[in-house]
T-cell receptor, first 111, second 113 residues
């Protein structure tokens, strides 16, 4: 089967840095994605790592270690608007490609 | 244009009704998806279409029937639903099945009475 683990909640203050970890056990692993979802909204794509290493996009960075089945999302210079749910999702490919989402991490940014 | 549109935004239907959800994208994406999402839960994949052909059905009950009329459109036909089917139904698209970058529509909030 497939399983992903990420913390259920994280709290941080404005301007801080927060890291959301994701570990996975899957077969047919192709890559790791991160999505943000605000209350009442749809998931929004943040990043995708197919290879080991760090990908940086503005204030957000994502890391993948395929040998450790581990990745993280790093959010810098936190802003109130970053309060949302963050999902890691593994892309698996086996007679078709699909995303399997983790349970999500609810990030609360305090002033 | 990175927009996926979905209609309707809200839908209330009885258990004997037949209704359809619609999704459209004009990004030239060749893979399209239907997800179901319950409150405080992650999206759950239902169906994947790749190049207008159904490539994955996640053992979804037959009361949900997907259709891909062309590369830009995706429908989900609903019939004889149960109250537990009430959820947010999300459509998404990506360039291909091997891309982890999916663009989601705003969803249809479905209530089955």
């Amino acid at each position: 089967g497939q399983s992903l683990e990420q913390p259920s909640e994280v709290t941080a203050v404005e301007g801080a840095i927060v890291q959301i970890n994701c570990t996975y056990q899957t077969s047919g692993f192709y890559g790791l994605s991160w999505y943000q979802q605000h209350d009442g909204g749809a998931p929004t794509f943040l990043s995708y790592n197919a290879l080991d290493g760090l990908e940086e996009t503005g204030r957000f960075s994502s890391f993948l270690s395929r040998s450790d089945s581990y990745g993280y999302l790093l959010l810098q210079e936190l802003q109130m608007k970053d309060s949302a749910s963050y999902f890691c999702a593994v892309l698996i490919y086996n007679q078709g490609g699909k995303l399997i989402f983790g349970q999500g991490t609810e990030l609360s940014v305090k002033p | 244009d990175t927009e996926v549109t979905q209609t309707p935004k809200h839908l209330v239907m009885g258990m004997t009704n037949k209704k359809s959800l619609k999704c459209e994208q004009h990004m030239g994406h060749r893979a399209m998806y239907w997800y179901k999402q319950k409150a405080k839960k992650p999206p759950e994949l239902m169906f994947v279409y790749s190049y207008e052909k159904l490539s994955i059905n996640e053992s979804v009950p037959s009361r949900f029937s997907p259709e891909c009329p062309n590369s830009s459109l995706l429908n989900l036909h609903l019939h004889a639903l149960q109250p537990e089917d009430s959820a947010l139904y999300l459509c998404a698209s990506s360039q291909g099945e091997k891309g982890g970058e999916q663009y989601f529509g705003p969803g249809t909030r479905l209530t089955v009475t």
